[in-house]
T-cell receptor
Framework: GAVVSQHPSWVICKSGTSVKIECRSL??????MFWYRQFPKQSLMLMAT?????????EQGVEKDKFLINHASLTLSTLTVTSAHPEDSSFYIC?????????????FGPGTRLTVT | AQSVTQLGSHVSVSEGALVLLRCNYS??????LFWYVQYPNQGLQLLLK??????LVKGINGFEAEFKKSETSFHLTKPSAHMSDAAEYFC????????????FGKGTHLIIQP
């Protein structure tokens, strides 16, 4: 149990276009999901907290108009990279705690590799 | 606020030798601590977690870690390294019960020499 999926697993897009990444909790509900980005050979940096039914909370330095987050249901959060540029190329990973139990664990998706050409 | 420091961006050990990956944390509230492993081009896999119960935590694949409040440390160990342990290891901290995002250390690349 406690599986988180991401789609797509990798995507290549042209500069200036937008890309949507989905994060789904497959067997549990998640009122909160988290989005991280990871540059090559670097650590994960928290970008934003996605809240079901309300606005996302962005970390300092993350452009909310560029990285649009929508958490429309208890099992789905989406991250849209708008007007993507090469510097947005990165590995994007989502995670979610199980809202139904008292748990300290977050379950991570397999990640989405975005390459902007 | 919280932070994590992982000493040593690269650690190399011989197969069968002890693995020790260091993690020190800073937190203004009692922390919850985690160790994750990441293989190339993959997501994160949880090795073990400290959630204020036992200070010595056992995880998967023979790894364990000890929470030492006085030293603000949560070092990861494994008695005998295996070639399959070669990967990137991340220590992470969160102040909340899953309601807060994780703060990660910079990671330690573990190299296993035959």
């Amino acid at each position: 149990g406690a599986v988180v999926s991401q789609h797509p697993s990798w995507v290549i897009c042209k500069s200036g276009t937008s890309v949507k990444i989905e994060c789904r909790s497959l067997d549990f509900q998640a009122t909160t999901m988290f989005w991280y980005r990871q540059f090559p050979k670097q650590s994960l940096m928290l970008m934003a907290t996605s809240n079901e039914g309300s606005k996302a909370t962005y970390e300092q330095g993350v452009e909310k108009d560029k990285f649009l987050i929508n958490h429309a249901s208890l099992t789905l959060s989406t991250l849209t990279v708008t007007s993507a540029h090469p510097e947005d190329s990165s590995f994007y990973i989502c995670s979610a705690p199980n809202s139904g139990i008292v748990s300290y664990e977050q379950y991570f998706g397999p990640g989405t590799r975005l390459t902007v050409t | 606020a919280q932070s994590v420091t992982q000493l040593g961006s690269h650690v190399s050990v011989s197969e069968g030798a002890l693995v020790l990956l260091r993690c020190n944390y800073s937190s203004s509230v009692p922390p919850y601590l985690f160790w994750y492993v990441q293989y190339p081009n993959q997501g994160l896999q949880l090795l073990l977690k400290y959630t204020s119960a036992a200070t010595l935590v056992k995880g998967i694949n023979g790894f364990e870690a000890e929470f030492k409040k006085s030293e603000t440390s949560f070092h990861l160990t494994k008695p005998s390294a295996h070639m399959s342990d070669a990967a990137e290891y991340f220590c992470a901290v969160t102040p909340g019960r899953g309601a807060d995002g994780l703060t990660f250390g910079k990671g330690t690349h573990l190299i296993i020499q035959p």
